[in-house]
């Protein structure tokens, strides 16, 4: 078996993203149990930060230091990253002294290229492309609120083309739900994960049309992290795709709202459904800990067994 990463969602298999899935909701129940469960004892997980973060930085060191494990928080600021030593040699150094790296960075590519002379599991915290450990934690929550998602029907409202959408899209096609994606011209979603999903996911020009009957409404930011100079031009372009409570009317009646965070109130949604009683955005913010949680035993078990 070769190494195990986790740089987009569709590095498991269905049958693996449904393990880690039920793995998620039974660590959250230990927990609130007051069950002690330390499997990382002795374990290190180094966390790269080229970009911001609130959710991602807590829920990855509170999630080892329950485990019994320690992390670490690189940033290019005070590491010879940002003076440019070179990716590949940071992988290798790095992979010889920790169990389990965590990046979170721009460029796809530089994630590929560090997982590729990493010695240990690499995981994607955010990069422009994928986010996979948010989906990880968004699909745990509906399936908490409303059971499971298979052949139920997601709406994307807002920026086709960014990272959220890209792992909507494939955990879409893993998952067995059809996503309906309104976005506008110039913002869809990259060709290549869009066609790898074949009708799974599917672009609906018309909000209204998109929102109709569906099971789930999801945004996210119209600008998200690099792309600040572009932000006044997203927020006209933008505008007609907010979610807002008449395109929430025009959902299922058992419709939840998700949102990643941060959010922008007033831009992509308005506080009456993000603060209303639909959105489930604060058990999806907290269930970042749980899920990933049940990520790095996944991966971590699949490298024992490759060693055994
Ligand atoms: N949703 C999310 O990844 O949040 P952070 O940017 O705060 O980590
Ligand atoms: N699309 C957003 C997600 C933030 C968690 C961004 O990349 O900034």
Same mark, same amino acid.
Request: proline share 5%; hydrophobic share 45%; aromatic share 6%.
């Given at each position: ?140 929550? /509906? ?12 709406? /994307? ?28 011209? &110039? /913002? ?24 109709? &009957?569906?099971?789930?409404? #999801?945004?996210? #930011? ?20 907010? #979610?807002? &409570? ?63």
């Amino acid at each position: 078996m070769s190494m195990r990463h986790f740089l987009t969602l569709r590095d498991l298999s269905p049958a693996e993203l449904r393990q880690i899935l039920a793995r998620s909701i039974e660590l959250k129940a230990m927990l609130k149990a007051g069950e002690r469960h330390t499997p990382f004892v002795g374990k290190t997980l180094a966390m790269i930060f080229d970009k911001s973060s609130t959710r991602t930085r807590v829920s990855f060191e509170v999630g080892m230091a329950q485990f019994g494990g320690h992390s670490l928080f690189l940033s290019p600021r005070d590491t010879q990253l940002g003076r440019g030593e070179p990716i590949e040699d940071t992988a290798r150094v790095l992979s010889r002294m920790v169990d389990l790296v965590m990046i979170r960075t721009f460029a796809h590519e530089k994630l590929e290229t560090f997982a590729a002379h990493s010695r240990v599991p690499v995981i994607n915290g955010l990069t422009d492309l994928h986010h996979p450990c948010q989906l990880l934690a968004d699909l745990m929550t /509906y399936m908490e609120q409303r059971g499971d998602p298979a052949g139920r029907v997601v709406a /994307y409202l807002g920026d086709g083309a960014n990272n959220m959408a890209h792992s909507w899209i494939e955990a879409a096609s893993l998952m067995g739900f059809t996503l309906r994606i309104s976005t506008p011209e &110039g /913002y869809r979603p990259d060709a290549g994960i869009l066609a790898a999903v074949g009708d799974a996911a599917q672009i609906v020009a018309d909000p209204q049309e998109a929102v109709r &009957g569906a099971d789930l409404i #999801v945004t996210d #930011v119209w600008t998200s992290m690099g792309q600040e100079e572009e932000a006044a031009e997203r927020r006209l372009i933008l505008a007609p795709y907010q #979610v807002n &409570g008449a395109l929430m009317a025009r959902a299922g009646p058992e419709a939840v709202f998700m949102h990643c965070l941060p959010a922008h109130r007033g831009e992509e949604v308005t506080a009456e459904v993000i603060d209303g009683p639909q959105s489930v955005v604060w058990d999806e913010a907290e269930n970042r800990l749980h899920a990933q949680k049940a990520l790095m035993e996944f991966l971590l078990g699949a490298q024992a067994a490759e060693r055994m």
